[in-house]
């Protein structure tokens, strides 16, 4: 066990020596970006989603420094037809452009764009159906604000 522990102490010495530190210590980017944003008004299921979760992340802003604004599209793709013609699984493809911007000086801090997929099966009854498409959308959602809050905490370091 003694092994396991020099293993442990040699990696967080090697992680210190190259100037590692955690994103949420201490006056750190994770830390200055928490409460500092400004989200736009939801105007539908899925950007109010997109908010919520950027707000779990973030923080809900008191007094904000910058705003974000994010495009949010998603797109559905059939996967897989069954011997009578109907498609029994989904893709759902989403992708979320942001823009960063400083509040006082009105400069872009930082933009760019997330991607990813999540799929559902409509093997069930149509309320089945329909409830799978909604925790797809919910769980791409998900995934997109956490990937946005991370590149924007990974771009303020």
Do not use: H
């Not at 779990?56 to 904000?64: A, F, N, Q, T, V």
């Not at 992708?95 to 960063?100: G, S």
């Not at 799929?119 to 159906?129: E, H, I, M, P, W």
């Not at 791409?140 to 771009?155: E, F, K, N, P, S």
Request: aromatic share 6%.
């Amino acid at each position: 066990m003694s092994w396991c522990k020099a293993l442990l102490a040699s990696a967080l010495l090697a992680l210190t020596a190259c100037g590692f530190t955690p994103a949420y210590g201490p006056g750190n980017a994770g830390a200055a970006l928490n409460g500092r944003i400004a989200f736009g008004e939801p105007s539908d299921r899925t950007t109010f989603q997109l908010v919520r979760r950027l707000e779990e992340r973030l923080g809900r802003s008191i007094d904000p420094a910058y705003d974000l604004g994010v495009t949010l599209v998603t797109t559905e793709e059939g996967q897989a037809i069954d011997a009578d013609g109907n498609i029994d699984r989904f893709t759902l493809l989403g992708t979320a452009q942001y823009v960063l911007t400083d509040r006082s000086t009105g400069v872009q801090v930082a933009q760019g764009e997330v991607s990813n997929f999540t799929g559902y099966s409509a093997t069930g009854t149509t309320v089945a159906t329909l409830q799978a498409q909604r925790d797809a959308q919910e769980r791409l959602v998900t995934i997109l604000a956490d990937m946005l809050t991370d590149r924007l905490i990974a771009t303020a370091l």
